[in-house]
Every structure is written in structure tokens, then in C-alpha cells.
């Protein structure tokens, strides 16, 4: 079972930055699209970014955040500047397969505030 551990979670005041990191437990980046999902209280889960066969970001972030990953270190990244009051939400990381019988993942979140 693929295994997903987010950081970089943080308080930050608006107009700010933070790197998000997802460490992945094994490479899996050839058999799946990894993404980025936030889900701020009383609110649905919601995507923000994938990097698959191709790179997509959600209206609301575009310009603003960047999704990467390191191929050596199993880690995906979400870049995030210019941060708002809106952006606030746990992030959570996602992996969906692209393969047949493979499992998709989640982990566990990482919490980002922004507020002055």
C-alpha cells in the first residue's frame, strides 16, 4: 500500500509563501497522476493541482501556486505564493493510479492558515 506523508504546513500572513511537501513511500510517479486536494471547514474537498501525463491547476490558484516533483526523493511539491485568507484548508495529498489494480492514497493532510 502506497503510503503519503505531507509537511509544510504553517500560519502564515496573507500575501505569504510555503512549499508543501508529500513524501511518497515508494516510486510510483510512472503508474500515477499525484495531486494536491484542500478541504477548508464546512466545505467540500476540492482539487487544486495534478502532475500526470500533463500539469493541471484549478482557476482559483492558477499564477499562484505550482505543483513539481523530485523523481530522486519521491516527494511532490505544491508552491504556493501570494497566499490569501481563502486559501486557508487542509491539504492533502493524493494519489490516483493510472494503471489497472493499483490502489489510490491519501495522506493524512497538512494545515495551512493564512490570516493576519
Known amino acids: 500500500q502506497v503510503q503519503l506523508v505531507e509537511s509544510g504546513g504553517d500560519l502564515v500572513q496573507p500575501g505569504g509563501s510555503l512549499r508543501l511537501s508529500c513524501a511518497v513511500s515508494e516510486p510510483i510517479f510512472s503508474l500515477y497522476t499525484m495531486q494536491w486536494y484542500r478541504q477548508a471547514p464546512v466545505k467540500q474537498r476540492e482539487f487544486v493541482a495534478s502532475?500526470?501525463?500533463?500539469?493541471h491547476v484549478a482557476d482559483s490558484v492558477k499564477d499562484r501556486f505550482t505543483i513539481s516533483k523530485d523523481v530522486v526523493k519521491n516527494t511532490v511539491y505544491l508552491d504556493m505564493n501570494n497566499l490569501k485568507p481563502e486559501d486557508t484548508a487542509v491539504y492533502y495529498c493524493?494519489?490516483?493510479?493510472?494503471?489497472?489494480?493499483?490502489?489510490?492514497?491519501w495522506g493524512q493532510g497538512t494545515q495551512v492558515t493564512v490570516s493576519s
Open positions: 502532475d500526470g501525463a500533463d500539469i
Open positions: 493524493h494519489a490516483k493510479p493510472e494503471v489497472p489494480y493499483r490502489p489510490a492514497a
